[in-house]
């Protein structure tokens, strides 16, 4: 029961990430999964898992009003259940992404029941009520908050005695072919951030780091540092290039060019 609440808080929280917390990054699976481990003792698991599913989902955002799967709840359930189950990964993917598409329809409720009290504060506001819009910015706050802790813990009480009769009852074909999908999803969670970040000026410096991986055997944080020095001298060099090309062109006048420009402010 202990170990039930406190994960359906550490989702209940998770999804309050970039709410009412700001954009911290608290909500994604990598971090979540952390404090998942902490609580049932598998600290060492749960960082495991969590990265796993972090890879799945690192390309997933809310742009617009498209809601994504919420990986928060997926992430939290499917880390505690494979951690209790200790099949690892497998279980871990068959239960987090299903369990993320299906809390996905419960977030959309939550958006539509919320709209109610954003009007309700629109009417607050037209009468200077202030206590009353900061009550109507709260409640929508505590419904995503309870759109995750509920299922979490509910999932929690069913799985803590059960889970393992039903992780038994799957045949190992099942669960290795799970197991070979959660090295193959990684890529499709690459591929989802590519499509955003992609571009042809940016090509080439994407082949340059994976060339040297794959061919000088170079760790990925290498890359990653080599890939940082080369954008801080290329920053520089153009940086440099252009206030001297600014300065040329506009002699004594490059003060200007700070306050003055191609938009008419008028």
């Not at 919420?70 to 299903?98: E, F, N, Q, R």
């Not at 999803?185 to 955003?196: Q, S, W």
């Not at 940082?228 to 006048?253: P, W, Y």
């Amino acid at each position: 029961m202990v170990n039930a609440i406190l994960i359906g808080l550490v989702a209940g929280i998770g999804i309050l990430d970039e709410r009412i917390f700001g954009a911290t990054l608290f909500g994604r699976p990598i971090f979540l999964s952390i404090f998942v481990g902490l609580i049932l003792g598998n600290l060492k698991q749960g960082i495991i898992i969590g990265a796993q599913l972090e890879l799945v989902w690192m390309g997933i955002a809310g742009i617009g009003a498209a809601t994504p799967p919420d990986y928060v709840t997926g992430g939290v359930i499917g880390t505690a259940l494979a951690i209790m189950s200790g099949k690892g990964i497998g279980i871990a993917l068959a239960i987090a992404v299903p369990v993320a598409v299906l809390a996905q329809s419960l977030g959309i409720l939550v958006r539509v029941i919320n709209l109610y009290f954003s009007h309700k504060a629109d009417g607050y506001a037209e009468k200077a009520n202030f206590k009353g819009v900061t009550l109507m910015l709260w409640i929508p706050a505590f419904l995503f908050f309870l759109s995750t802790f509920i299922p979490t813990f509910l999932a929690m009480l069913l799985g803590a005695t059960k889970i393992n009769i039903i992780v038994n009852a799957i045949p190992k074909l099942i669960l290795d072919g799970l197991t070979v999908a959660g090295n193959l999803l990684p890529a499709v969670g690459f591929a989802l951030l590519l499509d955003m970040l992609f571009s042809k000026k940016m090509m080439v410096f994407f082949f340059l780091g994976f060339l040297t991986a794959s061919y000088f055997k170079v760790d990925i944080t290498a890359v990653a540092l080599i890939g940082t020095c080369i954008a801080i001298i290329l920053n520089t060099f153009f940086s440099s290039s252009t206030s001297q090309g600014n300065g040329k062109e506009n002699g004594d006048d490059e003060l200007n060019t700070l306050t003055e420009g191609d938009i008419d402010i008028e």
